[in-house]
């Protein structure tokens, strides 16, 4: 994990931190490189490494809602689709 990553990360920690009635959902994505079960596997060590440094920050796991979709939501091959997206819930 990069450490602007860990930045952006530590970020949402803090606003988790200070807001105990939000939840997170962690989206794990790839790109349509490869073969579909493999990107499936690889969005959802995305989305889990997200949780773990989140839950090392001191979070309960029930703050977390884990998704991956593999390759199913990409429009093609390069980094714009292999990413993690974060979204705030009530």
Do not use: H, W
């Amino acid at each position: 994990m990069s450490t602007g990553s860990k930045l952006a990360l530590n970020e949402v920690v803090d606003i988790l931190a200070r807001n105990p009635g939000l939840k997170l959902m962690i989206t794990g994505m790839a790109d349509k490189s490869g073969n579909a079960l493999d990107n499936l596997v690889i969005s959802q060590e995305r989305a889990n490494e997200v949780r773990k440094f989140l839950r090392a920050s001191g979070l309960p796991d029930s703050r977390f809602i884990v998704k991956y979709y593999g390759d199913s939501k990409s429009e093609g091959e390069g980094a714009v689709d292999r990413k993690v997206v974060l979204e705030f819930i009530r």
